[in-house]
């Protein structure tokens, strides 16, 4: 019985990150930086969409192997990935190549 509630802790854990991708898309909706529907955004950019999943994925299998997960870590854990991974530079703005 006890693995079961940890596999229904970890489900919601998960789903709370997949959250915080989408709030931070959300985030991007409100202030203007993106113009596309959800749907739209995440084709257009399959690539970046691919990489913050993965990411979000190793990120969330590490944070499990800690002793410190909560919803809002999971949570922000998603938004981070996101964050990480979809910043766009603008047309007359260079990408930095000095990292």
Known sequence: MELNNIY???S???????????????KQKIRG???HAIRDW???NIKDTILSVIFYIASFSA???TDDISFYTAFM???CSDSLFSRK???????PTNY
Request: aromatic share 16%; charged share 10%.
């Open 8 to 10: 229904i802790q970890y």
């Open 33 to 35: 930086q993106t113009a």
């Open 42 to 44: 995440f084709i257009n």
């Open 12 to 26: 919601i854990y998960f789903v709370a990150g997949l959250l915080g991708l989408g709030a931070h898309f959300l």
């Open 89 to 95: 530079p603008k047309t007359n703005e260079k990408i």
């Open 63 to 65: 944070l499990v192997h």
């Open 77 to 79: 854990c998603g938004y």
